[in-house]
């Protein structure tokens, strides 16, 4: 057994004042006439949230209330690892490991934690209650930043995973759920420790460079890849940025509050569902994400993960039991058949709302998802 050490969020009052110094020094550009979000951050929004997180938001309050769940870090081979791990109260609680993504965070999970530990008090069945556990990747937030090639691949956290489950915490058998890069880190969990999985739940499935001859793909499947391939012109930059050349945007993002805040919440605009501004992501939840790449400053890092985890072929995983919730308004949401090419697809759920960060967009959804899928396979 490791010994993981109570840890506590708490940001020296230097950094913040640095922060409002930084906000306050703004330097805006120009924006054409009428362009709204269509060639990225827009400038009034921007303008509203700076103002917002200067004058407003209080990471105080914040860090509070963050801090009333049981935060830990733990030391697994040689990278000290942040989770939260909150204890189900029902008989006999499933342990669950959810992986967040990018530009995600932990705090994108966080609305999942009382519905998933408490479900009694949703009106839900105790006896359907998890253990839940979630992660900071490697070079996201609290979690060490990785100082060398290979220890930021998404592989290599599904390594530390499985430590962390089972050597760390004890669990002998546990459910692994996430989305964006944790539905990657998931699916390497599958591939190279299915022993130690009861099951899967994904909201993502990847892009796959090596994939069937087109004779072999549905119509949907078709429809789908040209719909990927059209996303890769109109949305694709940043991903070729993160993937090619991620050092020399780094500079900008982690020196500048702003920026930093504008290259974040343009995906948060773009990948959310469209009936509300960001999905109806609260400025407050927005910002609180933006704060945690801030104040640890691992936007470096973590866009480095795209340099490390290139698309690769679309192979069947070990037979572990799988769910795929597919949001109507994620990045391109895949047909079920490309999905069963992939998993051992045991449930399939049409969400009627919803699109990437449906942590935050939907937790209920979510959570009463995975609830029912590890009813039937716990």
Avoid: C
């Avoid at 290979?150 to 290599?156: I, P, R, V």
């Avoid at 994400?289 to 993960?305: D, E, G, L, P």
């Avoid at 049409?350 to 935050?360: Q, Y």
Wanted: glycine fraction near 8%; hydrophobic fraction near 35%.
């Amino acid at each position: 057994m490791l010994s993981a050490e109570p840890f506590e969020i708490k940001i020296n009052q230097e950094i913040l004042d640095d922060l409002s110094d930084r906000l306050a020094s703004t330097r805006w550009p120009d924006e054409l006439e009428g362009i709204n979000w269509n060639q990225g951050a827009n400038l009034d929004y921007m303008k509203e949230l700076i103002d917002y997180w200067q004058n407003e938001y209080d990471w105080r309050r914040i860090e509070a209330e963050l801090n009333k769940y049981s935060h830990f870090m733990a030391k697994i081979d040689d990278s000290h690892i942040h989770f939260i791990h909150e204890h189900g109260k029902g008989p006999d609680p499933t342990p669950i490991i959810i992986t967040h993504g990018w530009p995600g965070s932990f705090f994108e999970l966080y609305k999942l934690i009382p519905l998933l530990t408490d479900p009694g008090s949703y009106g839900g069945d105790p006896d359907t209650s998890f253990d839940v556990i979630i992660p900071s990747l490697p070079g996201y937030g609290f979690s060490d930043r990785p100082r060398k090639r290979g220890m930021g691949s998404l592989k290599h956290a599904a390594g530390l995973w499985a430590k962390l489950m089972t050597e760390e915490l004890g669990y002998e058998r546990f459910a692994a759920a996430g989305g964006d890069f944790g539905a990657l880190v998931t699916q390497h969990l599958a591939e190279s420790y299915p022993e130690l999985l009861i099951g899967i739940h994904l909201t993502y499935i990847g892009v796959y460079f090596s994939t069937p001859q087109q004779s072999e793909l549905s119509e949907a499947e078709k429809t789908y890849l040209q719909k990927i391939q059209q996303w890769t012109y109109s949305e694709g930059a940043y991903f070729m940025v993160h993937s090619t050349k991620p050092q020399s945007i780094s500079y900008g993002l982690n020196d500048s509050p702003a920026g930093l805040a504008a290259w974040i919440t343009e995906k948060f605009q773009t990948w959310t569902a469209k009936e509300e501004l960001l999905g109806g992501i609260s400025k407050d939840e927005l910002l609180t994400n933006i704060m945690i790449y801030w104040v640890t400053q691992t936007i470096s890092s973590s866009i480095r993960t795209y340099s490390e985890e290139m698309p690769g072929k679309l192979e069947p995983l070990p037979p572990v039991p799988a769910a795929f919730a597919r949001f109507p308004e994620d990045i391109n949401p895949p047909p079920r058949e490309w999905v069963e090419r992939r998993v051992n697809l045991k449930q399939w759920t049409e969400m009627p709302r919803g699109g990437h960060f449906a942590g935050l967009e939907e937790p209920e959804l979510y959570a009463d998802d995975i609830i029912s899928f590890f009813r039937g396979v716990g």
